[in-house]
């Protein structure tokens, strides 16, 4: 696992020095953040999540990121964002959830610290939690309908959707006066404290999701029924603590 981490912090090192002789004095700041960043990285399952800000963004900036884009997103599993300062400072209260999850945990990489003094309105992430959490409780139950019930395609599809809920829950944890911790089993514990969550349940999923176990097909349909349960009984009590 070390090796791993090193091998990446490597490549990490290659792709700043590589953006940096690309934009030159039009680069701001290289943020990284997520597991990474946290120390809970997953090989082969965990993105690797930078955040690119520039000076400008005009069509010529975004056709210089293609080739080195790319090249990194085959190491990190998922393309760079690439922003503005200005458009981050207009967009906070738009992805209140993405923002509040960066600025818990990241690293600068190079450049300006362009998170420090950014703030998000608890009115603006109170109802993007609401939207958002609800908006996966339809993903998943038209999934399963999709799926036709396979028991492979639901194992995935609990574990593509994993990370997303569990930011939205960890910005609830925010919202009742809770400190999420960067640890996951702590995090479902401190969720199931204040909301009645069941940590078993969403564990499961977090243990499926590292390989640490394996499931029958009828466990897995079980552990998704028992998940599209918990997400219900959750987007109720949102209802009921914020209306």
Not at 6 to 31: N, P, T
Not at 115 to 127: A, S
Not at 138 to 166: C, D, H, K, T, W
Request: glycine share 4%.
């Amino acid at each position: 696992m070390e090796a791993i981490i090193e091998k990446i912090k490597g490549k990490l090192e290659i792709f700043c020095q590589d953006l940096k002789r690309l934009y030159s004095d039009d680069l701001v700041s290289i943020v990284l953040y997520g597991s990474f960043s946290k120390g809970n990285f997953i090989p082969k399952r965990s993105d690797i999540n930078l955040l690119v800000v520039l000076k400008k963004m005009e069509f010529e900036d975004l056709s210089k990121a293609v080739k080195i884009f790319n090249r990194w997103s085959k190491i990190g599993r998922t393309t760079p964002l690439l922003f503005t300062e200005e458009y981050i400072n207009r967009s906070i209260d738009v992805f209140p959830i993405e923002f509040s999850d960066i600025k818990e945990n990241y690293k600068i990489l190079y450049g300006k610290d362009i998170l420090k003094d950014i703030r998000v309105e608890h009115k603006d992430l109170r109802y993007v939690c609401e939207k958002e959490l609800k908006e996966n409780l339809l993903r998943l139950r038209q999934a399963y309908i999709e799926a036709g019930a396979r028991p492979f395609i639901l194992q995935r599809i609990m574990i593509n959707l994993f990370s997303s809920i569990m930011a939205i829950l960890r910005n609830l944890l925010v919202l009742v006066g809770g400190i999420p911790s960067h640890d996951t089993e702590d995090l479902l514990k401190a969720l199931s404290e204040k909301f009645n969550f069941s940590k078993e349940v969403a564990s499961a999923i977090y243990r499926l999701k590292k390989r640490e176990i394996h499931l029958s097909s009828q466990e897995i349909k079980n552990l998704y029924r028992s998940w599209l349960s918990e997400i219900e009984n959750l987007a109720l009590k949102v209802d009921e603590l914020f209306s």
